[in-house]
Structures are given as structure tokens and as C-alpha cells.
């Protein structure tokens, strides 16, 4: 996962709020609530050239937090909000 | 097109995924964090 | 670390509307004895085409996902179609709710080739003989009509939403069927005592032993029904909460847009007790929604008041702030059909109901008597 390039894909709506962020798929209709800004921020960062590890990285994630954070872009990639850049195209 | 269920189901793995990894012996305490919910908009009174 | 629940979140306000409902007219073909808005003949005052584009524009720049459109019938209005273009054009979610009287089918057509766009087909029986009663004569033939033109049109999955009523209760299963049959979605939402609903509720809401059918009934089925989370006072029936967040969303994460621009905190209470303000107004929809006093009372935190001597409150959350409004019963204390009885003596000494300031009905309906 560390290693891997992700972007987000096109049809999600990324909306700040104060918690953290929503995301909306506008294909699939799924509506997900990221819990905690630093998670904004690593999905922002992931732009479809940078890898997980450099996006933790940028949003200064320590290491005690970085499975949770594994965790929660595993299921964002389970539910297609975020792809790889190729396939996201 | 479908509306998303409530995924209380992902919210489980993904607090199982956070549980298994903080048994890792990782020096740092790790800090286990709930940080993607999905919830489906219909469950949501005041919409039509 | 101490993490608030997404409920907690969600129960102190957003910065903007996830979704909002939006009634484009009060204009109808039908005079449904339920009807929340009350509709019938369209306000003169009502939003004109450039406003309601403004609206929109609004919306896209505050990034609300999408809006309900209903009304009375939108499909009456001349822009209906502009108008929804509009809003997938700037990336706005459009689902929009109707009688069906309008859905020929060439507009089926071009209702199948927009996207971003859902359908709900009303629909309170699965026969006239149940449904006409409440929504009209002929009202059974055009919904089915127009549910047909959808399909034939490969629209794709609609939504087919009912409302629970003492006389359908009994088809639920029915209803179920019936979207299977169209590949469509079903819907069930509760009967509020709102708009001319407050007049027919003694009669069309269920018992409390229909109530505890429904509640077993969306326990067995909720994963494939949508509910608007409009049952979730019934969650004090038992161990297992319904399927949703069963929380009151009003105010705090949707909101009503009415005809005229007024601003509510959901559709079942259009009245000024829970008025915010109006699209109308210096700062626009995003000035009520993030400074009026409406929605800064109900972000707050909410007491149980009365319902706190009852172990149940946690879980039924005191149920429907319109269904106490509008059957004349405080805030703070239990939902009129509280499963647990405490709505029962409340209304014996509750005065009497709010009514709207403002009626578009077009007729008294008659609720025919059944056999």
C-alpha cells in the first residue's frame, strides 16, 4: 500500500468540513465522511503521482497513526473513491 | 441508480484492520483512529 | 482518543447542506388528503426561472451533493426541464419525486438520457381501490403509467416511495414486489401530521400494533428499502435499532427550499415556527444556512425534557419534531405515536394544532370512507 500511486477519481466531490472532509461519489452514490483533516490532506495530496508513504508524509502523520490511516485508504479504495491514476482516467 | 446501505459492515473491518495492527510490535504506541465512515444519505430524516 | 461519534457531527451542523429538498411549486394536479405542502394552486409569488437558477448557482458554489426536487407536481412548471439541467450541468445530484400525471413518454426519454438524475414515482397502494382514496380519483393509473413510461423509456432503476398509511401497511410486501418487478427502488417514509396531513392523520396513521408490524418488517428488509430514516422513533420497539442513522437530519445536514424561496428547516414543518429565513434575503441560501437563528437553535444540543425519565430516549431521540408540532405537543417531551404510550395522554391535553399560515389547497379533499 505504502508504495502505491493513487489519485482520486473523477466523479467524487471532496467538500472540507470541520471534522475532516465529505466525499461524494456521484456514480455510486456513496457518501463517506473522512473523520479527521489530516486524512483531507492525504487525500489531497494524493494526485496521481505521489505515493501513499510521500502523501502520510506531507500531511505529517506520524507513525503511531499510520495503520488507521492505511486502514481508512484501503476502504477508500474499496469504495472506488480513490483508483489508480491509469485506471481513473 | 441504487442508494448506498448503511455500511456498518465496513466500519467493522476497518476497526478490525485498526485493531490487528495495534497489536504490531511497533515501539511507538500505536493510536488506533475510526477515520472513514460511510453512511447512506437516505438515512437521513428531513429529505423527501 | 477520544473520538465524537459521526451522529455528534453530524447533530452540530455543516457547513453546508449534504443534500436539500426543494419544492418548485405549489402548483398540483392532485389534492392528496396527506399532502405535507399543502399544494394545490401555484403562489404567485413563486421563484422565477432566473432565481431559481441563482439558487442553483449558490448550491454549486457551497457543493451541496444534490437536491430532492418535489412540490406540489414540478413537473408543472415550464422550466422544470431547465432547471434541472442547470443543476447536473454544475455538478448538482438531481432526484426529483412526482405524481407521474406529466411523465409522458418523451419526457421519460429525456429524463433517461440526463445524468445525475433519480426518479420517485408516488404511490400510496397497490390497487386504486387502496390509493385513490387518498391521492384521487385516477391517481393509481397515472402513477403506474408513469412507472411503465420509465421502463419502456430504460430509465433504469426508479424510486417508488410510499407512504405508510393504516390502509397500506398490510401491502408492504406488495410494494416490495412491485419495485422487484420494475428493478426500481422502494421506498417507505412515516405520515406526518404536516400541511393537510394534520387534518386526515387521526384517521390514516397506523396503530401502535401496525407500527410494531412496520418495525419488524424494516428490520427483515431495511438493507433493500430506503426509509428517509423516517421510522427511527420506532427504535424503541426493540434491541436492534433500524437500519440509518436515526437521527433528525433538519437544520442540521438537509434543509426545505420552498416555491417561493422561503427557507425551512425540513419539509414537514413549513411554518414560521421553523422558518430561517428566505433565498430572497442579503446573504442568500448560504446566509441562512450558516447564521439563522432557526438552524443555530437546532445545531445546539437537544434535551430529552420529558422523555428523560424514559430509559428509550437514546434510542427513539424523542422521534418527530413535526409530528409533536403539528398534533399540538411540546418539543420536549414524546413523539405522538411513542411506542411506549406516552404520546396518548399527551394529545388528551394538548391544545390546539399549529396550523400552516398559508394554504394552496385548491379543494377540501373528501377521504372516502372505506368498506
Sequence with gaps: MLDRVLTRHPQVALRPEPFGALAYHYDNRKLIFLRHPDLLTVVQSLDGRRTVAEALDVAGVASSRRPSFLAALQSLLDSEMLGEPALTR | MEEPTASTESSESIAAIAAIAATSDDEDELIEELLVEEISIDGMCGVY | MNQPSLVDDLKSGLDAPICLTWELTYACNLQCVHCLSSSGRRDPD?????????????????????????????????????????????????????????????????????????????????????????????????????????????????????????????????????ADRYGATLRVTRLRPSGRGADSWHELHPTSVQQREIYRWLLEHGADVLTGDSFFHLNALGEQPLPGLNMCGAGRVVCLIDPIGDVYACPFVIHDEFKAGSVRDAGGFSGVWRNSHTFRELRRPQSAGACASCGQFDACQGGCMAAKYFTGLPLDGPDPECVNGHGEPALKVAGPHPIMAVDHSRAVPILLSRR
Excluded: C, W
Design chain 3, 46 to 178: 413563486e421563484l422565477t426561472s432566473a432565481e431559481a437558477f441563482g439558487v442553483l448557482d449558490e448550491l454549486a458554489s457551497m457543493q451541496v451533493f444534490y437536491v430532492n426536487i418535489g412540490g406540489g407536481e414540478p413537473m408543472i412548471r415550464k422550466d422544470f426541464f431547465d432547471i434541472v439541467d442547470h443543476a447536473v450541468e454544475r455538478g448538482i445530484g438531481v432526484k426529483f419525486s412526482t405524481n407521474g400525471a406529466y411523465l409522458t413518454p418523451e419526457r421519460a426519454q429525456r429524463l433517461a438520457a440526463t445524468p445525475y438524475l433519480d426518479v420517485q414515482i408516488s404511490l400510496d397502494g397497490l390497487d386504486a381501490a387502496t390509493n385513490d382514496p387518498v391521492r384521487g380519483k385516477g391517481s393509481y393509473a397515472i402513477a403506474r403509467r408513469a412507472m411503465d413510461n420509465l421502463a419502456d423509456a430504460g430509465f433504469g432503476p426508479f424510486k417508488i416511495s410510499i407512504v405508510v398509511t393504516r390502509h397500506n401497511v398490510g401491502q408492504l410486501d406488495g410494494f416490495k414486489a412491485l
